[in-house]
């Protein structure tokens, strides 16, 4: 099967920014983590916003009813790059729904991190 030029592209892209995410996820979890070892944030809200780190063959607890935490998110984040490296074409209107999906919760997790922190 040959795959066009701009389908890989929209793949890179898309994948580019699923590892971005995935970086800026990481990166607030250390934050979160060393915020609330330091006394800055209460356990609940380190529970809430990181989520608990799952055990092999468990599922990440997520944030509470409305919100996933970054746990849950990071683990789709994963799962979302590989499905997608391992097509050889562009992605599906479905892996575009759900990458989008999970992009925005992200952006939803650093910015009610980004307004714990600047308290």
Known sequence: MKVSPADLEKKFDL??????????ANQAVDEIHTAAHAGK?????EKQLAG????????PSDG??????????????GQ?????DTADAAPTS????????TLA???????????????
């Not at 608990?52 to 599922?59: A, L, N, Q, V």
């Not at 979302?80 to 997608?84: A, E, F, G, H, K």
């Not at 919760?105 to 922190?117: D, H, M, P, R, S």
């Open 15 to 24: 994948e580019t920014r699923l590892v971005q995410a995935l970086r800026q």
């Open 41 to 45: 944030i209460t356990p609940d809200q």
């Open 52 to 59: 608990t780190r799952p055990r092999r063959g468990e599922t």
């Open 64 to 77: 509470g009813p409305n919100q996933p935490a970054f746990a849950q998110v990071s683990g789709n984040l």
């Open 80 to 84: 979302l790059i590989v499905t997608i």
């Open 94 to 101: 479905q892996a575009l729904e759900v990458a989008e999906k």
């Open 105 to 119: 919760q992200v952006q939803a997790l650093l910015k009610q991190w980004e307004g714990l922190k600047s308290k």
